[in-house]
């Protein structure tokens, strides 16, 4: 079995005095695409910053590579190949494409290599390549996320958190991305998928689980997560 990348266990975080994540277990081994589904409010994005160093833990530990990261900062975590693309996209919209795009090479020496892993960044997106000299804050919500995508490859990330891709994007976009998010995946980065797009998420995940009010309720294979007539009733509309 491939090594285990991330493990999260009895995972809580509070904002205040309100628990959002309430005791949280699951892990990512290498290679793998694992989706994280559930309606609003579940939890999953609070589980995602807490991954990411940028909220901090009320309980449980994660760890990453066989070590806690418990109380590291994103920097540090992006340094060690584990890189988000957050909900919202967060791109520098004063910024060019291109621009962006380095900033997303910040943690890395090898300065050689970034123009060569811009240039792939470039083949996979072709239209950040046409709006290359372009400020990312004109462009559409469906080319930022794909230079919010862009722009984490370029840390060469081990792990890549993957927050809502889909969200707010027209159905041609939607799928775009989701094809994007496969590519990567095929080319060997481990992928954390959180979407609210379950069925989207689920028919290209090895395996998800499902959030429910700060808990999860149920994990399984995609395809067999995808079958369960719970999830299709409560997460596919049947
Ligand atoms: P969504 O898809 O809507 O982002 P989610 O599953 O990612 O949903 P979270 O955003 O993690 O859910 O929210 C979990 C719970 O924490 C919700 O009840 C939410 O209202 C609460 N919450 C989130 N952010 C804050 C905050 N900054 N302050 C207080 N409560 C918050």
């Known amino acids: 079995m491939a090594q285990v990348l991330l493990k999260v266990s009895g995972l809580e975080v509070a904002y205040g005095g309100i628990q959002a994540v309430k005791g949280v277990d699951f892990e990512v081994r290498e290679g793998e695409l694992v989706s994280l589904i559930g309606s609003n409010g579940a939890g999953k994005t609070t589980t995602m910053k807490a991954i990411t160093g940028t909220l901090p833990l009320a309980g449980g530990d994660i760890e990453y590579l066989g070590k806690s990261i418990k109380g590291q900062g994103p920097w540090d975590l992006v340094r060690q190949g584990l890189a988000m693309v957050p909900e919202g996209r967060g791109v520098f919209t004063r910024m060019t494409i ?97 979407e609210q797009n379950a069925s989207r998420a689920l028919a290209l995940a090895d395996r998800g689980y499902v959030m429910e009010s700060g808990l999860i309720t149920m994990s399984g294979g995609g395809q067999e997560l995808l079958a369960n007539p719970k999830v299709r009733a409560a997460y596919l509309g049947e």
């Open 98 to 194: 291109t621009e962006n795009l380095q900033m997303g090479a910040y943690t890395r020496r090898d300065k050689a290599a970034i123009g060569e892993d811009i240039e792939k960044v470039f083949t996979i997106f072709p239209r950040l390549r046409e709006r290359k000299d372009q400020l990312a804050g004109t462009m559409s919500g469906g080319e930022q996320q794909m230079l919010a995508m862009g722009r984490a490859l370029l840390s060469r990330p081990k792990l890549l958190l993957l927050d809502e891709p889909s969200m707010g994007l027209s159905p041609i976009m939607v799928d775009k991305v989701f094809e994007v998010v496969r590519d990567v995946y095929a080319q060997g980065v481990t992928i954390l998928l959180v």
